[in-house]
């Protein structure tokens, strides 16, 4: 792994910073799971577009910069320290992207990615059920065939679909044989939000915002030209997902990064408050430091033509835990000012927030206890669970 930039790694990444300085709104956004938030990041979406840093890694024809992985990874750094608002966009550019690139059609590709790009597509991801949460294999919304109109019925519930109260499609697993064992006989689906036959209802969050959604079905139509991937094929398309929400993608060390820095400018301005904080602060930052060698270590490893495997549970459990601690140790810095929101708090009141948000980390992207099973057995080669060996 060599962390030496070369002369125009070093000029895009000054490229991206200076963009950034000029174009970060000063005030932080509205949450995006509340509707004038979602509004807001909608429009920094456009915002992001205009200026040509939506989706730095795509290619130019869908209105990225056909920029490598390492810029990638320079940009996200920036990004994050840059104090940038969360991407309300990111289900679509960072989960469902990478899959339509491998499995979808050019028809699908001319049709879907470049209106993810502007904030014009926002999607939904639309997996979990009621009883099926982190164990994908066990759904039991179905697919029904409707060879007179071309394409299927979808029937069934999902439940915690993130950005699904105004979000404007979705996408998720269906079962389309029930006669086939749990991994075959399931296909993946692009739907509408708003089509004949769904329903979205709103899920409260901890914070008061409706981050999630419960989506019902009943007899949704979904034309053959929005099955991703082949039918009955959506388990090996749904694992590429996974792969990509556990593993690099989803949470880049920039945003890591920024967090423990702002978690040691805080600790200077607080000075010392107890020789366990200092240590938490020295921790954080050693965590966050160790995380961004980590993905620079992956990149390398992708760079040649390794994929990222079994690693991105590891990945998935590192960053959901150094997340929570980070968040936690700010709050107990400031005590019970750190409960405050709005204008008067601390960073308008975004250690609260941003902790409240950490809490779920070790959930969702699949379980912190699916991910041990996985790293036990995959990379381990311990038995399957429940197993002897």
Request: hydrophobic share 40%; aromatic share 10%.
């Amino acid at each position: 792994m060599n962390l030496d930039l070369t002369p125009e790694q070093d000029a895009f990444r000054l490229e991206a910073r200076t963009w950034l300085a000029e174009n970060v709104p000063v005030s932080p956004l509205p949450s995006m799971d509340s509707e004038a938030g979602f509004r807001a990041h909608r429009e920094w979406e456009a915002t992001l577009h205009a200026g040509g840093w939506s989706v730095v890694s795509w290619p130019a024809e869908y209105g990225g910069r056909d920029a490598g992985l390492i810029e990638w990874v320079l940009f996200e750094e920036e990004y994050y320290l840059s104090g940038a608002p969360t991407r309300v966009s990111q289900n679509g550019i960072s989960l469902l992207a990478p899959i339509l690139f491998e499995y979808g059609t050019p028809e699908q590709h001319a049709r879907y990615l470049p209106h993810m790009t502007d904030g014009s597509l926002i999607w939904a991801q639309a997996w979990s059920e009621p009883g099926a949460g982190s164990d994908l294999a066990s759904i039991r919304s179905t697919a029904t065939r409707d060879n007179a109109r071309g394409g299927w019925l979808l029937n069934g519930q999902k439940t915690w679909s993130s950005r699904a109260v105004w979000a404007d499609r979705g996408f998720g697993l269906f079962r389309s044989d029930p006669s086939a064992s749990r991994h075959a006989g399931l296909t993946y689906f692009l739907f509408p939000l708003d089509a004949e036959g769904i329903t979205v209802r709103p899920i409260t969050q901890i914070d008061g915002d409706t981050g999630f959604a419960e989506i019902y079905f009943d007899d949704v139509f979904v034309p053959d030209s929005d099955v991703l991937g082949a039918p009955g094929d959506g388990w090996r398309v749904a694992m590429s997902t996974a792969g990509n929400e556990r593993g690099l993608s989803l949470r880049a060390p920039g945003r890591f990064l920024a967090a423990s820095a702002r978690l040691t400018e805080l600790f200077r301005e607080r000075g010392t408050v107890g020789t366990r904080t200092a240590d938490d602060v020295v921790d954080a930052w050693i965590g966050a430091q160790a995380y961004r060698l980590f993905t620079w270590g992956t990149v390398s490893r992708m760079l040649d033509g390794e994929s990222v495997g079994a690693e991105g549970s590891m990945n998935k459990v590192f960053w959901s835990e150094l997340d929570r601690d980070i968040q936690a140790t700010g709050l107990r810095m400031l005590g019970a000012e750190g409960e405050l929101r709005g204008s008067g708090a601390v960073d308008g009141g975004r250690w609260v927030d941003d902790y409240l948000f950490s809490l779920a980390g070790p959930i969702y992207a699949g379980t912190n206890e699916i991910q041990r099973n996985i790293i036990a057995e995959r990379i381990l080669g311990l038995p399957r669970d429940g197993k002897k060996a």
